[in-house]
């Protein structure tokens, strides 16, 4: 016997079962780690309460990241500082190494120490504007 006309419709017998089964179940699988979203209703009360979350959550957010880039500038602040002093030791060691009279690299020593003092100020006072800037924990 020759089943080659039958083929398709074999084949479409055998499929057949299983797409009506495929076709019952879901699509997308529940979320078994979290709890169910509440259904969306009409309540205007709720609408509000939603609205107003979501503000205050973008409104904590965006303060958050006022902060932290508050801080960064500060940091970058504070680096900048200890990289003029570096700069400036440097600056001044060649400078007394050249020095052609001792009394000549002295001066140059007292003058470093005068901007070393100035460096420590501005430093101190960046860190005392941060550690303003920072919002006290609350209890």
Known sequence: MNLKPFLPWLLLAAVAPGTATAQVQPSIQPNRYGSQPAPPSNDARAAYERQR??????QRGQRAASRR???????VAID???RRLEADRARTERLRAAAPTPAESERLRQE???RRQSYEREREALERQR?????QPQP
């Open 112 to 114: 470093f120490e005068q």
């Open 80 to 82: 900048a500082n200890r």
């Open 69 to 75: 880039a508050e801080n960064d500038r500060y940091e």
């Open 53 to 58: 979350e979501a503000a205050e959550a973008a």
């Open 131 to 135: 550690a303003q800037a920072q919002p």
